[in-house]
């Protein structure tokens, strides 16, 4: 895996959103901690609604990049839809207060059982496969208005493991297939209002939602029914300095005209879905880590924390570049530091990183960890999740408790031996 090196000489700020001090927050609430400001997420809400001027435009936040019940009320409140990808999204969705209506369903070949008990709750369904299409056709008939996933063939975004749109990927029904899609559709009278399409994450390019909303254009004309066409999301954020983000005003421009050309063709105003993830809680998260060890070894140092891929996968996974500050040393002179994590595994968090120097006991904050921070961490190494805390209204509020040693133990079974 590779790292950049960050060279820009980074001023010394002091990290304090809404004004909350978090060195205190941790001491607090004790680290590892993921905390959130509620703020972002309403500015980066805000800023979704005013770059779209369609009064028919719809967000549905994809619930996965981070779920927290409390952070799904918050999301709610602005007026925003979700997409969840499994049963049990579906249902802390419903405990969050979201009508089933408000919920699309879009699994990736799940367990049909798992597909019976999302129609009974009545979300909007999304297929991804033809067998998902004929065992709907088969079991319901035409009672189950349903929404298909295509895969457009379009490759883009961040990383392979993030480019989900393109005919190997395991997402979504290939385009060529339309045909067989239609004569099932045809066979069972199954009412199809929405088309989908969800290309990948980290899209800098507005182009690419054009290129794939043309291919959708031109398969809606197979389907009368159409209520809504969902893009999909995959936009962008920046995670350094310098990074092209998704430009929203511009992707909007590019979206709307052509979707109103289409919609004149269909005949019909239909709604434009967009299911951003990322773009909407990212900015807002904060994993904050106490620094336990400083390694001066030959060449760099090495800074040790009390978290790591346990509770951040993304930099392992996907090469993701973190921003890394210091919150108790902010004017420190500036080091290059290798950040690490305390799992017995390479957990490397950043890699010849410029920090303020850093000493042991100092906090450190790491950013852009409120999408795919919480929702992927894990228990490896028989660690404790970390707790969440959510700054709403100048406040720093709890809003899920650190794991505890019965979280781990809780449904292990001890044989007799
Ligand atoms: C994950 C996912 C999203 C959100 O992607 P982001 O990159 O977080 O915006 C949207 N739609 C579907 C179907 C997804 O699986």
Not at 86 to 113: C, D, N, R, W
Not at 269 to 296: A, C, H, N, Q, R
Not at 381 to 393: G, K, M, T, W
Request: hydrophobic share 40%; aromatic share 10%; with cysteine.
């Amino acid at each position: 895996m590779s790292f950049s090196t960050s060279v820009t000489e980074v001023m010394p700020t002091t990290l304090s959103p809404q004004g909350v001090d978090l060195e205190q927050v941790c001491q607090q609430f004790s680290t590892p901690l993921y905390l959130y400001d509620a703020d972002i997420i309403i500015r980066q809400i805000e800023a979704l609604k005013n770059a779209f001027t369609y009064p028919k435009t719809k967000f549905k936040y994809a619930a996965k990049a981070l779920t927290n019940i409390s952070i799904l009320k918050l999301i709610r409140q602005q007026g925003i839809d979700l997409d969840v990808v499994s049963i049990q999204e579906g249902h802390i969705a419903l405990k969050a207060g979201f009508t089933p209506k408000q919920i699309m369903y879009t699994p990736s070949g799940v367990p049909f059982a798992e597909i019976d008990e999302a129609i009974e709750l009545g979300f909007q369904m999304n297929v991804d496969s033809l067998p998902l299409l004929r065992y709907i056709g088969e079991r319901y008939g035409n009672t189950v208005p349903c929404c298909l996933r295509l895969n457009p063939d379009i490759r883009a975004g961040g990383h392979a493991k993030i480019s989900v749109g393109h005919n190997e990927s395991k997402f979504g029904i290939a385009l060529s297939q339309l045909d067989l899609v239609v004569d099932v559709v045809k066979q069972y009278g199954i009412t199809i209002n929405g088309l989908h399409i969800h290309t990948g994450s980290d899209i800098k390019d507005p182009k690419v939602f054009a290129q794939g909303a043309q291919r959708l254009y031109a398969a809606a004309q197979h389907f009368p029914d159409l209520q809504f066409i969902d893009f999909g999301s995959g936009f962008k954020v920046a995670y350094k300095e310098g990074d092209i983000a998704t430009d929203i005003p511009q992707l909007a421009r590019l979206m709307e005209d052509s979707f109103q050309e289409f919609c004149q063709q269909y005949g019909r105003e239909l709604e434009m879905w967009f299911e951003p993830g990322k773009f909407i809680v990212s900015d807002s998260g904060y994993l904050l880590t106490e620094v336990t060890v400083v390694k001066e070894n030959p060449g760099i140092d090495f800074v040790h924390v009390d978290t790591g891929l346990n509770h951040l996968l993304r930099p392992m996974m996907y090469d993701a570049y973190h921003d890394i500050v210091n919150v108790s040393n902010p004017e420190g002179a500036q080091q290059p530091y290798h950040v690490v994590g305390y799992i017995c595994e390479t957990d490397n968090l950043a890699e010849g990183r410029m920090i303020a120097e850093v000493r042991p006991g100092d906090i450190l904050a790491i950013k852009n960890a409120g999408a795919y921070g919480f929702s992927m961490a894990s228990n490896y190494n028989s660690r404790l999740r970390p707790a969440e805390v959510l700054i709403h209204q100048g406040e720093a509020k709890l809003i899920r408790q650190r794991e505890t040693m019965d979280d781990i133990l809780q449904n292990q079974i001890e044989l007799p031996l």
